[in-house]
């Protein structure tokens, strides 16, 4: 038994590199297009495992292949020969499949929208917690400070008083 369009679709989503999953769902929308438009050439309806394509952009990724045998792409040969293989394509399972692509990359964009939104909180609190020790440090020196200067000024005051006693002495 195939898996689903929505099975596929949600693994896809669980790719976290924004480039890969662009990269992957580009490629796979590809696909689904290239048969819809010449559904009887069987060059767009076999995808060789070993092709670059396949190896770098469609194997890497979380749910690609899975979403290909969603569509009803089967596997075929061994090795080199490996392939995957849509025997007859059906158009209104393509379409869906396009479809179900489409709103992947929409709810994608929509995760990377809140990842970054929670992120930027984050960094906003770490901001805030980062200004507070520096306000309490500033603080701690500010007042090291003023206690150093109290310190001078009582010297300052012990030694002229003493100057002054040795001044009335003489």
Known sequence: MSPSLEEATAILLKNEEPAGFRMTTETLFKIVQNVLQHPGDEAFRRLKRSSKTFETKIAPAKGGV?????VGFCEEGEGE???????APEEARLLEAKAALKECVKQYALLQEERRRIENE????????????SRNNSKQQNEEERERQQALLKRDREDFARQRDMNDLR
């Open 122 to 133: 984050r960094a906003a609190e770490k901001l805030r917690l980062l200004r507070e020790v």
């Open 81 to 87: 020969e490996a392939s995957l293989v849509l025997r």
């Open 66 to 70: 899975r979403f290909l045998r969603a």
